[in-house]
């Protein structure tokens, strides 16, 4: 069986390696095969060890030979690319930045472990914005990564990459983070599924961005992205904080009835923004077919963040750039400026706008429960921008806030503000360009499992398993 990178999901194909109907090896041959075909037009993989991966192939070939397909972990076999804000033992980690040092890491963070623990086969970094602090994955150091949809568009930021080397068909998933949009913005903009879990579910060796930042992973299938929130979700006792347990496997919820639940919609922009008729059809056909499935559909105003909440974020944000150990003086302009700024900001300021962000988070998170259930919204109120735009903006005023980067965030970075879950599922594909469009989904406070049950019955209810970029030139 030669394995189908462009069409299978995950869980199907460690399936496959369990009946032996294809090795690891004969997986990852595939996997660097199809990386040596498109990556030269994507730009999604900016580093690659091919020995490395071969020898993880061929040992867990081994493995499955010694022990059988009993008990094994729930993705045996099957490659997965990490993003390069994340550290892997032995593996260089740049943050995409030319000021960055290539040296290997000395240990690999939480999630990567357990991602391994769940049996991925780690094969190579993907690309990701200097420091994933705008949502193009377009950077000096690797340069810019396309989307396999239009060669001539961004695959949206920071995991970009990962989303380039999913849509594109060189993995079957990809590891990923968002700490504003980076999981869910980069889904959008390649027809792929993309769930930023509760604040507090995925824990690594610390709180980023007091916590609005996490990881998952962009994936094609509801099912993936549950199994894959299964292995990096694990309680940590040696963390500050853990979200509650859920009642039981993510991946259980995926087909369980979710029960009638109240959907609220919002298609206005939260910033006075224009939003693209295409943003909204996907939320009125999300809307639509839940309404058709039963569920009940509220007349809700939703009120989100005020503008005196932005500043504060920022704050957040902004002083996140003291983690990164690297030659300031080589960094690009704009984080520079960042950091400039943070630098600017005494420790009685920052705690305050902490606490603001706190009070204002119990005020919006209220109205899920008491209002509605669920919460639908665009996942952008624009197509992806063209490939290489963000860079160019935040390149020629690096102090400035860039308005296609708001833009892209208008919908997505509350709801890492507030902790809130929110996946975004690819509804819809746009009449004028073609290119997939998401439509975001917000469950309340650690409501994972509510909110992967409602994405599942979307999948089924509008299903894009069979919509795929055409072949690259």
């Known amino acids: 069986m030669q394995p189908d990178l462009d069409r299978s999901s995950a869980l199907d194909l460690a399936a496959a390696i369990r009946r032996a109907e294809v090795s690891p090896t004969e ?27 071969r020898a993880r192939a061929k040992a867990a070939t081994e493995r499955l030979t010694a022990e059988g ?12 690319p990490i993003k390069d804000l994340h550290p892997v033992q032995g593996w260089p980690c740049t943050f995409g930045s030319p000021g960055a040092s290539d040296a290997p890491a000395e240990e690999s963070g939480l999630v990567v472990q357990r991602l ?16 994933g602090t705008v949502t193009a994955t377009e950077n000096d150091r690797y340069g810019i990564t396309r989307n396999p949809w239009d060669l001539e568009r961004t695959s949206g930021g920071s995991s970009g990459g990962a989303s380039a080397a999913v849509a594109g068909g060189m993995f079957t998933i990809a590891h990923a983070s968002d700490g504003g949009g980076s999981i869910r913005i980069p889904a959008t903009c390649t027809g792929l599924v993309g769930l930023k879990p509760a604040r507090g ?43 509650p347990a859920p ?26 923004l224009d939003v693209d008729p295409e943003c909204v059809a996907a939320v009125e056909r999300t809307v639509a077919a839940l309404a058709e499935a039963g569920h009940e559909i509220v007349d809700h105003e939703f009120e989100p963040f005020a503008e005196d909440f932005i500043a504060g974020f920022v704050h957040v944000v902004n002083a996140g750039l003291s983690d990164f150990d690297v ?24 705690v305050g706008a902490v606490a603001a962000l706190q ?15 669920v919460l639908v919204t665009p996942t952008m109120p624009i197509q992806p921008p063209s490939a290489g735009q963000i ?45 997939p469009v998401g439509a975001q989904v917000v469950a309340g406070p650690w409501q994972e499992a509510a909110l992967l049950r409602v994405a599942a019955q979307v999948e089924q209810l509008l299903p894009w398993a069979d919509r795929r970029p055409a072949p690259l030139p």
């Open 27 to 53: 997986v990852m041959d595939a996997t660097l095969a199809a990386i040596a075909d498109r990556n030269p037009a994507l730009n999604a993989v900016v580093w690659l060890d091919e020995d490395d991966a």
């Open 116 to 131: 391994e623990d769940a049996g991925f086969l780690l094969c190579g970094t993907s690309n990701s914005p200097e420091f």
């Open 391 to 435: 860079l160019r903006e935040i390149t020629e005023a690096p102090a400035d806030t860039s308005m296609t980067v708001l833009a892209t965030v208008s919908y997505t970075s509350m709801f890492n503000m507030n902790g809130l879950p929110a996946i975004s599922l690819p509804v819809h594909q746009a009449s004028d360009t073609g290119l």
């Open 359 to 373: 009070r204002w988070t119990r005020k919006v998170n209220a109205q899920w429960g008491r209002d509605f259930d």
């Open 201 to 243: 579910r995925v824990v690594d060796q610390t709180v980023a961005w007091e916590g609005a930042s996490t990881q998952g992973v962009v994936s094609r299938t509801v099912a993936d992205t549950a199994a894959a929130l299964d292995a990096i979700a694990v309680f940590d006792p040696l963390a500050w904080w853990n979200a």
């Open 69 to 80: 397909p009993d008990d094994l972990p729930p993705f045996f076999g099957v490659p997965l």
């Open 247 to 272: 009642e039981r496997p993510f991946l259980d919820e995926v087909g369980a009835d979710p029960g009638r639940l109240r959907i609220a919609s919002m298609t206005t922009s939260t910033l006075g």
């Open 327 to 350: 030659d300031w003086d080589r960094v690009q302009a704009n984080n520079r400026a960042n950091r400039g700024y943070a630098q600017k900001v005494d420790s009685l300021t920052y």
